[in-house]
Each structure stands twice: as C-alpha cells, then as structure tokens.
C-alpha cells in the first residue's frame, strides 16, 4: 500500500490527458489553474489552523482556556474571524498616497507566496523546482521587506514609520546570518536544488551528518528565521505598548487581513525551509546503520508529506513556545545580536563545516 | 511566406509580450512619475519583470540574483535612503532645464547606440523557452572563480575588494558624524 499524494496527481494528470486527446496546451493550462488553486487554498487553510493553534497554544502559557465558544473546542474560531474580516469595512486615509498603501499589503503577500511555491510538501508535490531553489526563496522573501517599508510610509504616521524602518533593518540584518547558516548546509549538500539537498538526506539528515557545524548553523537559523518572522521576542516592529501595531496600524479589514496572513504562513515557510534543509525534508527518520533497517523500513510506512508537515509543526511549536516565553528585545540589544554575536558566529561556522567537508571528501578518496 | 498569427501565439510568446509590457510600462512610469516613492516603486516592478524575462530564458541563476541583488538590495536601500533624506517630501522638486537637456542628450545617446548595434548586427533569433539550454550551477561556479581562460577569479577578487572599501568608507563617514557632535 501507498499512501503518497503523487500518485493522486499522477492520476489526475493521465486523466486529463486523455480526455484532452493532443490539445496538450489544455493539459497545462487546467494543470497550472488547479496547482494555483490548490496552493493558494492550502495557504488560506494553514493559516486558519496556525491562528488557531497560536491562540491556543498562547492561551496555555497564560493558563487561560483559550478560544471555546464557536465550534466544539472553538475549533471554528478562525472561521468566524476569517468571515468577520471579509465583511469589515476597508477605512481609507485622506492625505496619504493610496496606490502604496494598496500595493504594499500585496507585495507581502506576494513575496510570501512566492516562497511558499518552492517548498517541498512531499515526494513530487513540489510548485516550482528550480535549479537554485533554496537561493530563489531567499531572494523572493525580500519582496514582502519592500512592502513592510512601503505600509509603513503610505500610511503617513510616525508610529507606522518608526515600525517600518525598525522592521526592515532588522529583517536586512537577520536575513545575514539566517542566509549564511542555509549556506552553510548548502556547503555541506553540494547543491542550491532543494531536490538535490532532500535526496542527499534519505539515509540520514544534515543535522547529523554535519555534526557541531550543523548543530550551530541550526540553532543560529532557528533564531535569525524567528526574528525574520516579526515575531516575538523580537516583536519590536509592532511593540504595541509603544508604536500601536506598528507598521500596519492604519490597515483595516482584508488588507489588515493579509499582513496577518503573511505573518502566519512566514512562520510556516521559516520552519519549512528550515526542515528541508536540515531535517531532511519530506525523508523519514532513518538510523543508518544495519541493526535499524527493520525500523527503518517502518519509517517508510509513513508518508513522505506527513513526515513533512510534522516536521514543520515541531518547528512552529517550537518558534510558539518561544514567543510566549520570553521578553521583548530592545532594538540596540537586537541589533546587537544581529551583527555581534550571531553573524561572526555563522561566518566561523561556515568555515568549521567548510573544514568538515574537506574531511570527509579526503577520508572518501 | 504568409505570417500566421497561431502560430506566434505561444505560451513562451504571450509571457514575453507581458513582461515586457510590464517592464516598459513602469520604466516609463519610473522616469514620470513626480512622488519620489512612487518611482522607486514602478522601478522595482521593472527590475521584477527583468527578472521574469531571465526565468522565461531559463537562465535561473541570473533571475534569483536579480530578485535578490536589484529587486530586493538596491531597491530597498532606495527606499531607505528617501526615508532618511527627504524628509517624507510628497512631490520631487522641478528639474532645471540644463539638466532635462543633459538627460535628454543621454537618452537619445543610448536609443542611437542600441540601434547601431541592432541594425550591424541584425536582431539574433534567441534560443528562448524549454529548449534553451540550462545553465548548471556547477560551470557557473567553476566560470567564476576559476583562473583559467574565460574564468573570472581576478575579477571576482577584484569586485571583493572594492566592496571592501565601500565597507571601509562607510563606517569611516559614519564615526566622523559622530566627533562632529
């Protein structure tokens, strides 16, 4: 038995083959409306599920219940909130420059999106594979710094300013150090194709195969990609107790509604890129030794998106129990982390694993 | 030879005539547009579609250099830049005429230039779509810090070292502003 989703894809696409007979610019062209359906869904659909879990999750910490009233367990919640913020009017500014102030949520939204089309749900349910995957994620996540900086200036107020500048130079600076730790995975892998980098992990991740340097380079990315999210302890764009909410304070309604998108999914995406990297994707658990082959076989049991969307909820858990659990930063201690501790670190690290693959290629030969 | 339109109206076709038009259209509105921020948006939207003509040529490393060097560096640090230096001025100030005739000089340089080129060459019928060739991550790699013939490692320490001066010059104005105070 197999459970993998690809084979579902796979029907559906010899399906429509065959009743599109040689028209095979119909094929592709239904294909790619329905891939942009289903990922455009599956964004909305995480989003509730990962605003619930928050609330949830934060309610604990507080030793509060949490949402229970809508649904039972109040697991309609974000349903409700979800119809609430469709139906809420857009309030529009008098003197400020509409064409920013309406482009700015889309750009977030696009460069959000962008990334989460290169993520790898599971063996072949992959949007865009490129030949330098893990660099095209970087770089498309810095559309959504340009739409942060352009809400916070359309919005023509100085708390929404102040957030904006105090965003972006802090997702400029911890973009640094969360880049040079995948580059140092990718020193390791060989490789920029996000499918070459999950292969290169089936018998055993890159957690362990690189040892100390990966370990590090791990930890430094779980920070600096905690901090790219917005979110606290490193919250500071939108510190409510002085800067009302920051860059987004004069959105309202669905364009309101798709900062807190972007916001959810980033943390999403952050973990995502941080499983495919350096928890193998998609691969299961394997011991690579020969007394574990059975355990290993019934690690293979489990299919390969479970095992992804596990992996990448460990990870948001993780990046909850952070936020709920420590104090904000102040943005000189912030920058102080960024640019003192945490980039000389990544950058020795770099070196540290360069020397470990030097290694193991000479121990090889 | 009879020019029938089906058979231009390929996807590869249809995609190049709108990233095109996207990349003209806020060119033009980059250069027209009076609100500061405004222009430095349209340019952003032409460097984004750039970097869609490079994926259409499948030239994928170039297009992510693209999106992260222009779209996402260049644009930011310009956006920056206003933030600090205009003061949150609506409008741009009115441009003299020597400098719209200096501008204009240039620009009708660079259209006489290009059209040299084109017409002594003949416009070159590119490989574009699934059939061009990818470019393996590997030779680029190797192309570029490699010391051989047709290899960049000279330029590429070069280029390293002037971004270090860059660096140097910047915290150098950056600590005298502060004896000044």
């Not at chain 1, 095979?24 to 294909?31: K, Q």
């Not at chain 1, 309030?91 to 700015?104: M, Q």
């Not at chain 1, 309202?252 to 943390?267: D, K, P, Q």
């Not at chain 2, 010059?169 to 005298?176: E, L, Q, S």
Request: hydrophobic fraction near 55%; aromatic fraction near 12%.
């Amino acid at each position: 038995m197999d459970f993998e989703l690809v084979n579902l894809i796979s029907w559906i696409d010899e399906s429509l083959r065959d009743l599109c007979g040689d028209a095979s610019w119909a094929v592709s062209l239904i294909e790619y409306v329905l891939i942009a359906i289903a990922f455009l869904g599956l964004y909305c659909v995480l989003a509730l599920i990962l605003i619930l879990l928050e609330r949830k999750i934060c309610a604990d910490f507080q030793c509060r219940i949490g949402p229970n009233r809508v649904g039972p367990w109040g697991l309609c919640q974000p349903i409700a909130d979800m119809f609430k913020i469709l139906l809420k009017e857009i309030i529009t500014l008098k003197n400020n420059d509409k064409f920013l102030f309406f482009t700015a949520p889309f750009l977030i939204l696009a460069g959000s999106l962008g990334t989460f089309g290169a993520l790898q749900f599971g063996k072949g349910l992959v949007g865009v594979d490129f030949n330098v995957g893990i660099f095209y994620m970087l770089a498309i996540s810095s559309l959504g710094v340009i739409g942060i900086l352009l809400a916070g200036w359309s919005s023509d107020n100085k708390y929404t300013l102040i957030g904006a500048m105090r965003s972006g130079a802090q997702l400029i600076s911890y973009e640094i150090s969360a880049g040079i730790s995948i580059l140092t995975m990718v020193l390791l892998g060989g490789s920029l194709n996000l499918t070459d980098l999950i292969e290169g992990q089936k018998d055993s991740w890159y957690l362990f195969q690189g040892h100390i340097p990966a370990i590090i380079a791990f930890i430094i990315y779980l920070i600096a990609g905690h901090a790219e999210t917005n979110r606290g302890p490193f919250d500071l764009p939108e510190a409510e107790s002085e800067l009302c909410a920051g860059y987004h304070t004069e959105y309202s309604g669905i364009t309101f509604g798709f900062f807190y998108l972007a916001e959810y999914l980033n943390m999403f995406i952050i973990a995502g890129i941080g499983t495919m990297v350096f928890l193998g994707g998609w691969q299961p658990f394997h011991i690579n030794y020969e007394w574990a082959s059975g355990f290993n076989e019934l690690m293979d049991y489990i299919p390969s998106y479970c095992w992804f969307v596990g992996k990448v909820f460990m990870l948001v858990l993780l990046s909850l129990w952070v936020r709920w659990s420590f104090p904000r930063l102040r943005i000189d201690q912030l920058l102080h982390l960024e640019w003192k501790i945490l980039m000389p670190i990544s950058l020795v690290n770099m070196l540290l694993m360069a020397g470990w693959v030097a290694y193991i290629a000479a121990q090889n030969n | 030879m009879d020019f029938d339109f089906i058979d231009y109206l390929t996807g590869q076709n249809i995609m190049f005539v709108v990233l095109s038009a996207i990349v003209l259209g806020c060119g033009l509105m980059s250069v027209l547009s009076t609100k500061i921020l405004r222009a430095a948006t349209y340019l952003f939207f032409t460097l984004f579609g750039i970097a869609g003509l490079y994926l259409l040529m499948n030239y994928e490393f170039l297009a992510a250099v693209q999106l992260s060097v222009y779209a996402g560096a260049v644009v930011v640090l310009l956006i920056f830049a206003i933030f600090l230096v205009k003061n949150l001025g609506h409008e741009t100030e009115k441009v003299s005429c020597s400098k719209k005739g200096i501008a204009a000089l240039a620009s009708v340089l660079g259209i006489v230039m290009t059209l040299v080129i084109v017409f002594n060459e003949g416009i070159v019928p590119a490989v574009v779509g699934p059939t061009a060739p990818q470019v393996d991550m590997q030779l680029i790699g190797d192309t570029l810090l490699g010391s051989g013939k047709h290899q960049y490692l000279l330029i590429f320490e070069a280029s390293s070292v002037l971004l270090l001066a860059c660096i140097i010059g910047a915290i150098v104005v950056a600590t005298k502003s502060k004896e000044e105070k």
